[in-house]
Nanobody, 120 residues
């Protein structure tokens, strides 16, 4: 089994910053890509940012220039969120495309999520 645990969410005012972290543990052979998704009430889950094992990154247009994703080590990913806006309010989930054995295909794992609330 693979577990992902997020931390760092909270309540901030518009314009402030937060840093989210996610640590993967368990039966891990390697992790290909890690990413952050968010889901606001009444909306579908959307990809915020992702990073590959080689360091390539991608961002949703709505967060470009404000958020930065980083791979601190193979099992840890962070999301630095600056200039936060009320529309960034959501539950943020960590995702990891994980290989548990070299003979098995990658499988996607999810964390429970951490709440980010931005007040105006």
């Amino acid at each position: 089994q693979v577990q992902l645990v997020e931390s760092g969410g909270g309540l901030v005012q518009a314009g402030q910053s937060l840093r989210l972290s996610c640590v993967a543990s368990g039966n891990i052979f390697s992790i290909n890509a890690m990413g952050w998704y968010r889901q606001a009430p009444g909306k579908q889950r959307e990809l915020v940012a992702a990073i590959t094992s080689g360091g390539s990154t991608m961002y949703a247009d709505s967060v470009k220039g404000r958020f930065t994703i980083a791979r601190d080590n193979q099992n840890t990913v962070s999301l630095q969120m600056n200039s936060l806006k009320p529309e960034d309010t959501a539950v943020y989930h960590c995702n990891a495309e994980t290989i548990v054995a070299i003979t098995l295909p990658p499988k996607s794992y999810w964390g429970q999520g951490t709440q980010v609330t931005v007040s105006s």
